[in-house]
């Protein structure tokens, strides 16, 4: 799963106000009851202000001995949060930054970082970014089956959050072996669920792209594909481009293109997907181009474009 350690979510964690209920994993049908914003100490908010401005020098630096200059700054930062804890022991929103911190690769203490989220968890249990990054940990663990309570939980908590729905709908993507080996997952009932979390996600975040094309990817996943519906997909996809952040259009679009192209395949249209991956000539595309290239060289060409050839990577597409 993605790291999601940044500033916005040590300031999330920070001004979220929570509710008391029992742990939604305990699947508890009462509404939570509303209760104050708790307090949070201004020694915190000093460490989570240093923790910032640490990570952000460690972004910047040219070289891990430019990193490593730093570690007296984090060993320091390390030794006040662990002072803070001793403190406010019953403060969740101490143990989710200093978690944070310590989850970040400079560092590297995932088993430390993990359980103080689990003690955050159990001070307040309606924290939808302490379920989400725990579902990250299980799910990296090789724990799928656990990890996707904590997904839903924070779903729960945070409906409108695109990214826990994004979450949810890779996990269930890559472990969908675990899941149907369980006994307790059916595969039309995992992938209705799959592609409903990426389309959530999409539907929530219309211009991120990694959304975006997640749900198209998803028509692949499914046991029964509707290729009617991911060529419609893709193609209203590629007429909304300028509506999504795009770094790099060209390569977004001739993604866009490489997937309309194996839909095509699919569909048996090969004359029209020779033609689509004629178009595409991205060289980070290279490898994903030539298996498709491969897989429709083996098929027979159509005797009205026996002559369409797939020009080499690089080579100007006119």
Known sequence: MREILTPALLALC????PLRAADPIAASAAPPPAVAEPVVPAELKTLVDRQRALLAQADKAADQA?????????QRLI???????????????????????????????????????????????????VKNQLGNYLAEDGKPLQAVNYFLAAIRLAPAEPLYHYQLGTLLAAARDDFLASGEWQRPVLDDAMQEAFHQATT???????????????????????????????????????????????????????YQAKVLLKQGRLDEARTMLATVDDLQLATARQVLAAELAALPAPAASANITVPAVGAPVR
């Not at 560092?107 to 970014?129: V, Y």
């Open 204 to 258: 929530l975040a219309p211009g991120n792209v990694e959304y975006a094309l997640a749900y198209g990817k998803s028509f692949f996943e499914l046991e029964k594909p509707d290729w009617d519906g991911a060529m419609n997909y893709w193609r209203s996809l590629e007429s909304r481009l300028q509506v999504l952040s795009l770094p790099k259009p060209k390569l977004i679009q001739q993604t866009i293109h490489l």
């Open 79 to 129: 030794v006040d949060y662990e002072q803070f804890l001793k403190d406010h022991p019953d403060v969740a929103a101490g143990y989710v930054s200093y978690a944070l911190l310590l989850s970040r690769p400079v560092l590297g203490e995932r088993a430390r970082a993990a359980a103080l989220l689990l003690k955050a968890n159990q001070l307040d249990p309606d924290q939808p970014l």
């Open 14 to 17: 920070l001004a979220a106000a």
């Open 66 to 74: 430019g990193v490593e200059a730093l570690r007296p700054d984090f």
